[in-house]
Each structure stands twice: as C-alpha cells, then as structure tokens.
C-alpha cells in the first residue's frame, strides 16, 4: 500500500494516541479505519495494537462489529494475535481470538466430539508456512473437516504461488495465496529459540487479507466506488482554458476497470460539465473504460458531498458500502465529514492504482456474475428513471415487463446465495446471515431464490428465501432482497411462491418474524401488506382459505416458478 492515501487532514506533529483512537472510533467507521492506518504507518502494528488495546478498554461499546475467528497456526498464535486485531479493526471488527497451535493440536480437537473449542466460529483461519513440509491434500482435508465441523467457512493461507488448496476441498475451503513480492516473509534468525515467525510486514498482510475476507463473508465490504474526474481519472481540468486535453491516467483506469470485473459498481462524482465529460469520454479510444461502465454519473456544479449522495441515492448503496477516491484533499474532507462511515481514499500518485487493486477490502465476492453486477446496478438506475417519468405505478410496472423466475436452491446457487445473506442489509426479515457451509446443510424443500429480468435486462438472482417445516407450518427463517429489485413487488412473488409450495406439502400456515434491524426500514410492513397477522411478535397467515394477498402472482408481473413447476 502507498503510505499516505488516508492522509488528507493535516495531522501536524502529534503522534497517533489512545484519545485519537477513541475519538475516530465515535466519529464512524471511516474515520477509525483512517486513524489506526496511520498509527500503524507511523508507530508500526506492535504499538498501534496497544493503543486500540487501550481505547477499546475505555469506550462504551465494542469498536466494530463482533468477529469470532479461530486461528489455527504452526506458529506461536500470540505472535499473531495483536496484528489481527489490528487489522480487523481497520476492516470494521471487534475480533475475538481463539487459538489452535498446529495441525496435530487441529487434528486431536477435530478427533474428540466433546471438545468446545471450535464452538461459535465466523471464520477458521489456517496459516501453515510450507517449512512445515504438510501436503497439500492433508491441509485440505483437515480444513475441509473443520469447516463441516464448525458449519463456518475455512481460510488456507499461505505465502506461496499457486493455490493453497487442491479444488475439491469444498466449498467451505476458501484458499488464500498471499503474494510474497520477491522479499522474504520469515524471519530465521531466532529459529532455534522461538521457531520460525513471520516478518512484521508480512504478518500485516496475513491479517489484512483475513480481515478483508471476513469483510466481504459478513456483508461489510464496499460495493461502490465513485471517482472524481479532473487530477484523477485524467491528470489536468477539463475545459481549463490553455491547459489542453486532460491526459487519461492508465493505470487507474486500468484498475478501476478490474475491480469492475471484479463485481464492484463504479461511479463518477465529479464538479463538471455533463456535455463536456461525454464529449472528453469519446475521445478517449483506447481507454480500458467508458462512461457506459459508470453505472451513476453525478455531474454538476454542486459540492462535491451533495455530487456523492446523488450518486448513493441513484443506486440505492449505502455509504458503509462506498469507497470515494479524489486527488483534492478538501474534497476528501468534506465528503468524510459528510459520511463518517465511508472509506474516503485520496489519489496519491502513480502507484495508487496498484495499492488500490492489493487492498485486501477490494478483492472482491468474485461470483459467477460478478463481471455483470455494474451492469445490473446501471439497469437499476434505468428502472428509477422510468419510475420517475411514469405516470403512476401501474403504468410503471406494466412498462416494465418484468418476470421472476423463482428457482430451487441447488448446489450451484449456493455461492450467491450465501453472498445475498451477507449483503442484504435494508430488505430482509432477521439478522440470520448463514454461510455458505451453513447454506449447504440445508434440506428444507422451501428454500429458493428469486431471478429478476425486465425490459432493460437481467438484474441477476435478487432474493433469498429460507424456510423450514414447523409443525402444519412453513416458518421463513431468512428473506433478503436486492436493493436493486425494490419496489418491483419481486418480494410478493417470492411470499406467492413460499405459498404454493406450503400447500403442496400440505401445510395450512406461513409463520414469520421481522425483526428491527439498523437499516431494514423497507421491509418491516412486509408481512402486514401481504395479509399476515401479528400474535406476540410472530406474523401468521392462514392458507386453508383464500389468502387474497398469496393466491396469485403479483399484477404485471409473469412469473417461472421452477420450485413448484408452474409459469403464470
């Protein structure tokens, strides 16, 4: 990483504190990922560590959300502890460490059915240098155990070319090659006392690359990254008079375009002429990207906060969710200021692009569609431009010609599955957010997915339902939906769906909880719109007689449902 990006507010001679440290963590996320950045640049993991150690003791609450990580290593596990705090901190984690020193330690807890020590894990992180000279395939196998074991997904990482992990290891095995540089990653001078232990840079990138893995499996990974224009994307100011053409800076473009592949959705926010952007845009032959590949463009002469929350409401993403990039140090400013939980990046120099692409937190879910999630969100964007110029609802959706294809969940959709409940944050029912190991111990004959296609396209698998058999009931443990497909009524379809497959199975309710979640506003009268009645906290629905509200398809609508077999 380049050793400034964060560095847009004057810091002048005071050196990063436990106050600082405390003080960021109040502001927001963004802020605290800045400040421990800079206490770790400045003071290195060791002492950083120790102040987040003595700010965490003395706040209120936890900094961060709670992570349960098991760490399994052939190393001495406290070498590792401090720097993994560290580093989940900055990915927005209060972490809570367990630890498993060896593959023989693994492999005897893994032996004993009574032991609780792989009890309540989010992730196992199995760290085997190769000087241990373990294969491949016993790796494997015992990460794959332990991933059935604690229903939790498993991290192999290792300093090595190629992948850690043989595929076929399953897909709670998730291989984690860390790139050495050309530099060496041991430390052997104290070999015969202590082992061999990691070098401190080294050990930060173990941690860093865990903790963006556990960002992106917990739903907390950005989805959005909004560049500015002018010093930025292209070095000079577009329409500045004698300056000439603004020379596009390859190498950023380059990675923006990656991290598009990768699944990220870019924007611009940019204090411009619309005209004359679109018009710079054409000249550009060989640019790796074109405005087209900007799913939001939010062009104007207002601040650049207000140019950003445009850019946000356009595609319906949250700031948690968002990276902003620009060269102006006041511009980074003001939109932090203005979003305290946004990962603001100013545009440091040429190999910006490629600490931007070696972030950890910008790896990416990489699915399937991953390639096609900007396109999707551009759709979306298309939608709300409809939405707009309609005359009402009804001529809204009948304009749209949407169809949902309610699809079983088979092995295959497991990935998006799994991604869909981590991500979702304002349209879903609980706070359940099953894994993917967890996902594939399922058998209910009630789970399914939603496919949304419209006029403009396929927006992809949109919505989750997880359901099991309660008694005469089928009772929803998890809905999740897009906020790229709300407002379609895919969310009836998915209830007329769950409906049809009740009665087939010859249950006569559908029982649901919503609970109060930070941002799940739009799902809370859900169940009340679609008929359901409230006792005690529990929503119900009779299907014995007729549920007006779940008998039929949704109205401009067509539907697949290859759950049931039907095509209405």
Known sequence: MTADWWRFVPSGDALPSASAIAGAAAIGRGALGRELREARAVLGTSRAASLLRLASAEAPRPFGEPFRLLLVTTQQPQA??????????????????????????????????????????????????DATGESDALVADLAARLAARTLAP?????????????????????????????????????????????????????????AGLAAR??????????????????????????????????????????????????????????????????????????????????????????????????LGLSSGHTVFIDDDPVNCAKVAARFPD?????YAGESFAQALLADPLLAGAQPADAPLRAEQYGRRAAVERLRADAADDAVFLHSLKTEVTIEPLATDLLPRAAELAARVNQFRFTALRPNLVQLGTRQSGLDFMARLDDAFGAHGLVGLVLASQRGDAAMIDAFCLSCRALQRRVESAMLHALALRARELGLTRILGRIEILERNEPARDCLARHGFAERNGEWQVDLTGRAAALDSPPQGIAMIDRLNGRHA
């Open 217 to 314: 499996l917990k739903g907390k990974a950005p989805k959005l990254v909004v560049t500015d224009l002018d010093e930025t994307l292209w070095g000079g100011v577009l329409g500045e008079a004698g300056g000439g053409a603004p020379t596009l800076r390859y190498a950023y473009a380059e990675a923006l375009a990656a991290l598009r592949l990768r699944g990220f959705v870019l924007a611009l926010a940019s204090r411009n002429d619309a005209a004359e952007v679109e018009r710079h845009f054409a000249t550009l032959d060989d640019a790796p990207l074109g405005i087209d590949d900007f799913s939001a463009c939010s062009i104007g002469w207002s601040d650049k906060p207000s140019l950003v929350a445009d850019v946000l409401e356009r």
């Open 342 to 346: 946004m990962d603001v990046r100013r």
């Open 154 to 210: 498993v991290a192999v990482a290792r300093f090595s070319a190629g992948g850690a992990v043989p595929h076929g290891a399953g897909h709670g095995v998730i291989p984690l090659d860390l790139p050495t540089g050309g530099a060496a990653v041991f430390d052997t001078r104290f070999a015969s006392t202590f082992g061999t232990i990691l070098k401190p840079d080294a050990a930060d990138r173990l941690a860093d690359a865990a």
């Open 80 to 129: 590792l502890e401090e720097t993994l705090r560290l580093a989940f901190a900055i990915a927005g984690f209060s972490v809570e460490i367990r630890a498993i020193e060896g593959l023989l330690d693994l492999r005897a807890t893994l032996a004993d059915p009574s032991s609780d020590r792989l009890a309540d894990a989010d992730l196992s992180l199995v760290f085997v240098p």
